[in-house]
């Protein structure tokens, strides 16, 4: 069964971090790839995540709803077919997501939102 390749999008070491802490939690085979903003342009970043994702599928995790990395991943991975989106990436959605890989991507990706959605908590 094919995996799904997950691709973290964020600024400066961001995506590396968090992949990194899941790997520290999960073990190194996790599927994930970060990509990072710095020194390059919109163009440049575009470029980074297409080669990410081809070929699919890929659920491409992005740090926040706006922005550059936010930019780059709609303007043409949105289109693509076997290529979802999710923003606002956690540590919690990112394990989630480790462990359902082999599930149909439009499945883990309502999944996958919703586990990082409860994850955040005001008291």
Known sequence: MTQIKGVVVGHAGLAAALIGAVE???????G???????DCDRGALEERIIAAVTPGPSLVFIDMPSGSCHFAVMRRIQSMAGVRVVTGVN????????????????????????????AVVAR
């Open 91 to 118: 540590l919690a959605m990112l394990l989630e997501f480790v462990f359902h890989r082999e599930e149909p991507v439009d499945e883990v990706v309502i999944h996958i939102a919703d586990v990082g959605a409860r």
């Open 32 to 38: 994930l790839v970060a990509i990072s903003n710095v």
């Open 24 to 30: 520290q939690i999960s073990g190194p085979n996790s």
